[in-house]
T-cell receptor, first 111, second 113 residues
Framework: KQEVTQIPAALSVPEGENLVLNCSFT??????LQWFRQDPGKGLTSLLL???SQREQTSGRLNASLDKSSGRSTLYIAASQPGDSATYLC??????????WGAGTKLIIKP | KAGVTQTPRYLIKTRGQQVTLSCSPI?????VSWYQQTPGQGLQFLFE???????NKGNFPGRFSGRQFSNSRSEMNVSTLELGDSALYLC????????????FGEGSRLTVL
């Protein structure tokens, strides 16, 4: 049974720092891995999707990597800004039409 | 291009009642999936529909059901509401699950008293 873990559960850093959020999964037979952002009381916004055959994806200041052999994905945020404050969730697609979710990392960027 | 629309956004029900939530996907998207989000359990998969067929169902009791119409709009129903059903219910659409990005609605926040 696939399990997804995100560490740390919360992170507070000063504005301008580069940071890394971690996501680990137990079953390497994933179809893809997705990173999402959730603002308080809101739905989820897709940030990056990495197909199982890919190693990384980039969008602006965000870069996500995927290492299936070690069961890990990282989300790198460069030059963090207060507007990046949100909860970041990763989800593994088990190719059975459902996503298995991590509990999220709550990120606070201090001005 | 309009996003995923969920209605109602907020609702309050009492134990034993039933509720129906609606989701209109992005135009052209044929897959709709539903998720329950609670502070204690996080996000949990409910079910996924594609072209009016349920392709997978999460580990929820039979009180939770759903359907998809020919225009891809989807509804989920929860019968005999319990206090523990209080949650944010999120709907997501994609062109075809497993091959593309998910787009989420703002959610329907259900409170059961």
């Amino acid at each position: 049974k696939q399990e997804v873990t995100q560490i740390p559960a919360a992170l507070s850093v000063p504005e301008g720092e580069n940071l890394v959020l971690n996501c680990s999964f137990t079953d390497s037979a994933i179809y893809n891995l997705q990173w999402f952002r959730q603002d308080p009381g809101k739905g989820l916004t897709s940030l990056l999707l990495i197909q199982s055959s890919q190693r990384e994806q980039t969008s602006g200041r965000l870069n996500a990597s995927l290492d299936k052999s070690s069961g890990r994905s990282t989300l790198y945020i460069a030059a963090s800004q207060p507007g990046d404050s949100a909860t970041y969730l990763c989800a593994a697609d088990d190719s059975n039409y459902q996503l298995i979710w991590g509990a999220g990392t709550k990120l606070i960027i201090k001005p | 291009k309009a996003g995923v629309t969920q209605t109602p956004r907020y609702l309050i029900k009492t134990r034993g009642q039933q509720v129906t939530l609606s989701c209109s996907p992005i135009s052209g998207h044929r897959s709709v999936s539903w998720y329950q989000q609670t502070p204690g359990q996080g996000l949990q998969f409910l079910f996924e529909y594609f072209s009016e067929t349920q392709r997978n169902k999460g580990n929820f009791p039979g009180r939770f059901s759903g359907r998809q119409f020919s225009n891809s709009r989807s509804e989920m129903n929860v019968s005999t509401l319990e206090l523990g059903d209080s949650a944010l219910y999120l709907c997501a659409s994609s062109w075809n699950r497993g091959t593309g990005e998910l787009f989420f609605g703002e959610g329907s926040r259900l409170t059961v008293l």
